[in-house]
T-cell receptor
């Protein structure tokens, strides 16, 4: 089955630790995205990548880092510089060009920093 | 990006049509209207999108007014599984589409 996988579903970390969230897709999509969602709120874009080895900051990139070494993978690192990292993190992908608005989302990772 | 305005919540009886409105009075000529939904604690799901013509697929219909300042998503026969938050988004396509999700409309389908 084609789709997007995120792991783990739940993640707990101590304050001050960096943590990396995994996102893998086998849809052969060019573009990938990371969003953050806080309770009762909509999604906010953290980073996005249109092509391998290239990525751009979204609206709330501070305290986060990403890499795009492979088309299938777009891991997100939540660094200790992120002031309020506890949130629901969603990864998405889309084909390039005409259909980038049709984004396919993974199941999400719920990060709790203690 | 153009902003959208949606009601905070709506109720619908199971089996009836659910009509979800969205205002986007500042939409630009190159911006599409997208609809997504998010069932509790899951990732959003793409439903449908359109530019100026009405659109229909297996999930829903999208009606866009002639002046494109508002639209309505129609779920023709709502079921309990359609209970979700529905997001109306306007965005250009053909570029890296940065979708801006507002708080959406919480649709509750009841027996």
């Amino acid at each position: 089955d084609g789709g997007i996988t995120q792991s783990p579903k739940y993640l707990f970390r101590k304050e001050g630790q960096n943590v990396t969230l995994s996102c893998e897709q086998n849809l052969n999509h060019d573009a990938m995205y990371w969003y953050r969602q806080d309770p009762g709120q909509g999604l906010r874009l953290i980073y996005y990548s249109q092509i391998v080895n290239d990525f751009q900051k979204g609206d709330i990139a501070e305290g986060y880092s990403v890499s795009r070494e492979k088309k299938e993978s777009f891991p997100l690192t939540v660094t200790s510089a992120q002031k309020n990292p506890t949130a629901f993190y969603l990864c998405a992908s889309s084909t390039y060009r005409d259909r980038q608005g049709e984004q396919f989302f993974g199941p999400g990772t719920r990060l709790t920093v203690l | 990006d153009a902003k959208t305005t949606q009601p905070t919540s709506m109720d619908c009886a199971e089996g009836r049509a659910a009509n979800l409105p969205c205002n986007h009075s500042t939409i630009s000529g190159n911006e599409y209207v997208y609809w997504y939904r998010q069932i509790h604690s899951q990732g959003p799901q793409y439903i449908i999108h359109g530019l100026k013509n009405n659109e229909t697929n297996e999930m829903a219909s999208l009606i866009i007014t002639e002046d494109r300042k508002s639209s309505t998503l129609i779920l023709p026969h709502a079921t309990l599984r359609d209970t979700a938050v529905y997001y109306c988004i306007v965005s250009p396509t053909g570029t890296a589409s940065k979708l801006t999700f507002g708080t959406g409309t919480r649709l509750q389908v009841t027996l």
